[in-house]
């Protein structure tokens, strides 16, 4: 769906990045020594220096912007949002690969973190007025078994590949001791069709045999234990 392309070295360090994306491009050869003369042939001595090629870019049909939730910041006495930062906003395949291949993978992730990946000028928030009217579908796996899906989950958003992605806003994985969860938010949770059409295509991209369930976030500010609306 998506080609992955070489890595980037653009990428804002924070605590979910991997080491410095250069390093994979180290030469392994050894530099001469001081003083010692690097002889080239006469084709190489006389070729004329060659413009470096252009990478192609292919442009997303929207922006998405990575939100980190440290939990190193958490506090118990803290808003709940409150400790979620913008990360890196993208709007190219190129940017995502570039971001993707140089972020943990959610196994690689500290127990309590959440990274979410939103349509830009979206918030992670049940207050985000794009987010009050929505829900959101939830798989859950054994702990660090969610990589894969993870991914599955980035591709098919950013990719379009859901028959009605304008009601969707973003995804988030939850890391916590026992578990990992991903959950698929959502717009207009009212809209039933729309909301289990969702549901059916991402358990399909996904490859998930298992029940998953829809809350609305209403119910979700009210109840700790919500039932769910929609199952497919």
């Known amino acids: ?16 990045m991997t080491n410095n994306p250069q390093a994979d491009d180290d030469d392994d050869g050894e530099a001469p020594e001081e003083g010692e003369i690097v002889s080239d042939d006469d084709t190489s001595s006389s070729a004329k220096p ?5 990478v192609e870019s292919h442009p997303l049909e929207h922006s998405w912007t990575f939100w980190f939730d440290n ?31 140089n972020i943990h993978l959610p196994s690689k992730l500290a127990v309590g973190a959440d990274l979410h990946c939103f349509k830009n000028k979206i918030e992670p928030k049940w207050e985000d007025p794009v987010c009050a009217n929505g829900g959101r579908w939830t798989v859950a796996f054994a702990k660090s078994k969610s990589d894969t899906s993870w991914l599955y989950t980035l591709l098919a958003m950013i990719g379009e590949q859901f028959d009605n992605g304008d009601e969707i ?22 809209n039933e069709m729309a909301q289990v059409s969702i549901g059916r ?15 609305f976030h209403d119910d979700a500010k009210l109840d700790r234990n919500p039932k769910n609306r929609y199952t497919v």
């Open 169 to 190: 806003c973003g995804a988030v994985v939850n890391v916590r001791s026992r578990q990992e969860r991903i959950g698929l938010w959502t717009k207009n949770a009212a």
């Open 71 to 101: 939990p190193s910041a958490k506090s118990k006495q803290a808003a709940w949002g409150s400790s979620i930062r913008p990360i890196y906003t993208f709007s190219t395949v190129e940017g995502f690969w570039s971001l993707y291949n």
């Open 1 to 16: 769906m998506v080609e992955e392309v070489e890595k980037s070295s653009s990428v804002t360090e924070e605590p979910i």
């Open 201 to 215: 295509q991402w358990k399909e991209f996904l490859d998930y045999n298992e029940g998953i369930g829809f809350i």
């Open 50 to 54: 060659t413009a470096p090629l252009a």
